[in-house]
């Protein structure tokens, strides 16, 4: 692909075919642009040198991804093992349901397997535990290919004559706003109540572990005493005390419902044919509408192994595209990638609230995908800008939070009782507990992830963030940014380190290079904010949609026929102000998030104040 952007004479045939009188549809022109792109970041206006030159660092680039990735996959291999009792008050039956060591048959195994390690830093009351798993969760291979994807970026700006990686990435992007800016505007509204919330893990630390230990909240302290914090709550609940009701069987049910009820869609398991299957635990899914027929196809592959992708994700095995006069549309394929831990002998696989919002999530995605009718395949389903194709999965996610919808599908698999009213209540009251914190993490993230892409190696890293007053959230979002504008040569520990005493409300580990995990790094290089602003839109779209009737099929043929439809052969623009109007606005998020009150959410006069600038 990199030698074929590189072909001179196809990318003077697309730019003279732009020039000409010849009248293009909107999804031509989309698709002529983008092509456009490809030649342009593969150097095509270069001379045959330094052409080269860019193939191989595009190349180059690809393979360092590929390799960060594969090194997190091996890293969940990677085991830690403790006496049970050091694992108090973890819940008997996950202890039992543990590995023991081969080499200390006494002691249970504790794999590196993201679920895992959060289950330890939120249920383990020994610090000492809690710090070993978090200190041990990190990939060392990855910091010197961390090192070597940055230079290679670097490089990659500068040789087709760009200021940085960042202003390549931004080419590809929805939204004309300063990703900066809009991260610093929503930092600011997230602030006064991330700082109550750190006050009371200080205090819960204070009582737990002696005066004094509360100075510092470490980052093997944050979900431990964030869970105690919720526990001291009247008839707390969290996402485990409620996974009686989301057994992977209804959860799946669940989609089906949804997409039955907004689309006039049947999901159903179907038979496939020899060999099809890379695993026994794959599952092969149709959607089929009411009149049009089968529209795609998802596997659906939720369960860990050894070697497997060890995130959540839907991965593109067949885009959709139009074949001509008198030929079939091109059904889509995809693959719905989860990692949910399979219950042993008959018992039912029963979820978290959390990863049941993860698999509607991937759910949004594979919908975009085959519900998308485009001509092109370049531009199928979630193939268009990324800050715009996370807006369907972020929208589905508000689904698993409305009684209205749960009420139809999550019953417990031992009473049979829907999940109340009730419960959702106190459910959402618990995880907006600490939603300062919570958003300024991702914000302080994407932020540093644009700042890696843009500054010059002479930058001084503590006055890059001199004029931001942001914490927790902030964090993910900062150092994305941070990734793609600082040379490769920097020692990213150190300045994540120094991002936290600036901006986090609690205080960095010392030489844990954490950035070796931050998987993002790879598909979203400067790009890392899109998460916020994608959930910014989806806020409004569920408003203006669906926050009156969640399941109106009204509603949901308009985000078919006005929005999916189109994947990515559309402006984002256009698309997104069809749905919910020029007015955009962050009141929606930070009212979902608990930011807000009812009364700073609806006052007129805040309207400029929470301005969205798309």
């Known amino acids: 692909m990199q030698g074929l952007n590189a072909h001179a004479a196809l990318y003077d045939a697309l730019v003279k075919l732009e020039a000409s009188d010849h009248e293009l549809s909107a999804e031509e022109r989309i698709m002529s642009a983008s092509l456009r792109k490809d030649f342009e970041q593969g150097g095509i206006g270069l001379g045959t040198a330094d052409r080269g030159t860019v193939v191989a660092l595009n190349s180059r680039m690809h393979e360092l991804g590929s390799q960060f990735t594969q090194n997190l996959q091996q890293n969940t291999l990677k085991e830690i093992s403790f006496h049970p009792e050091a694992l108090k008050p973890l819940p008997s039956v ?3 349901s543990l590995k023991r060591s081969s080499s200390d048959p006494g002691k249970v195994i504790i794999p590196m397997l993201p679920s895992a390690v959060s289950t330890v830093m939120q249920w383990v ?33 500068s040789a087709l004559s760009f200021e940085n990686y960042l202003s390549i990435s931004l080419r590809d992007r929805a939204s004309t706003e300063s990703p900066m800016r809009f991260l610093e505007s929503l930092a600011k509204e997230v602030e006064k109540k991330a700082r109550q919330e750190v006050r009371i893990l200080k205090s819960l630390k204070s009582e737990a572990e002696g005066a004094g230990s509360g100075v510092h909240i470490y980052p093997w302290d944050r979900s431990y005493y964030m869970a105690q914090a919720k526990a001291k709550l009247s008839e707390p609940l969290d996402g485990s005390s409620l996974c009686e009701y989301f057994s992977l069987s209804s959860c799946v049910e669940g989609m089906g419902m949804l997409v039955k009820s907004l689309f006039g869609i049947d999901l159903l398991e179907c038979e496939a044919s020899e060999n099809e299957l890379w695993h026994p635990d794959v599952k092969k899914m149709q959607m089929r509408h009411e009149t049009e027929g089968v529209l795609g196809y998802i596997y659906l592959d939720l369960y860990p192994r050894a070697g497997k992708y060890n995130h959540a994700a839907q991965f593109t095995i067949r885009c959709g595209r139009d074949q001509g006069p008198g030929v079939d549309y091109q059904k889509p394929v995809v693959a719905l990638v989860c990692n949910f831990t399979n219950a042993s002998g008959s018992d039912p696989v029963l979820l978290s609230h959390g990863e049941a919002e993860t698999l509607f999530h991937e759910f949004g995605h594979a919908c ?35 009684h209205r919808v749960l009420s139809k599908f999550a019953r417990s698999v031992y009473t049979g009782r829907a999940i109340s009213q009730n419960e959702i209540d106190r459910f959402q009251r618990d995880s907006s507990m600490f939603s300062g914190m919570d958003i ?21 890293w503590t006055q890059v963030f001199s004029g931001m007053d942001i914490q927790q959230q902030i964090l993910l979002s900062a150092f994305d940014l941070e990734l793609h504008t600082k040379p490769s040569s920097s020692n990213w520990t150190q300045v994540y380190s120094d991002l936290f005493k600036k901006f986090a409300c609690i205080t960095p580990a010392t030489n ?31 408003q203006a949609l669906f926050q009156k009737d969640p399941t109106s099929r009204a509603s949901g043929d308009r985000l078919r026929s006005d929005f999916l439809i189109y994947g990515g052969s559309r402006d984002p623009k256009e698309l997104i102000t069809s749905l919910v109007g020029q007015d955009m606005s962050v009141r929606s998020y930070l009212g979902d998030a608990g930011i807000l009150d009812d009364g700073e959410q609806h006052a007129k006069e805040n309207r400029e104040r929470f301005k969205f600038l798309f």
């Open 125 to 157: 009351s020994n610090p000492t535990v809690r710090r070993k798993i978090y200190e041990a969760s990190v990939c060392h291979p990855n910091t010197e290919v961390l090192k070597q994807l940055l230079n290679v970026r670097e490089e990659l700006a």
């Open 368 to 402: 975009h995908s085959l519900l998308s009718r485009t001509k092109f395949q370049h531009l199928s389903g979630t193939r268009g800008p990324v800050d715009f194709v996370e807006i369907p999965s972020h929208l589905f996610e508000h689904f698993i939070w409305d």
């Open 94 to 96: 996950l202890i039992k």
């Open 512 to 542: 844990v290079p954490w950035e070796t995990t931050f998987g993002h790094v790879v598909g979203y290089g400067a790009g890392y904010y899109s998460y916020l602003y994608a959930k910014v839109i989806a806020s409004e779209i569920w």
């Open 440 to 460: 300024q993490q991702q914000i302080l993230l994407s932020a540093f992830d644009l700042e890696l892409h843009t500054k010059p190696s002479s930058s001084n």
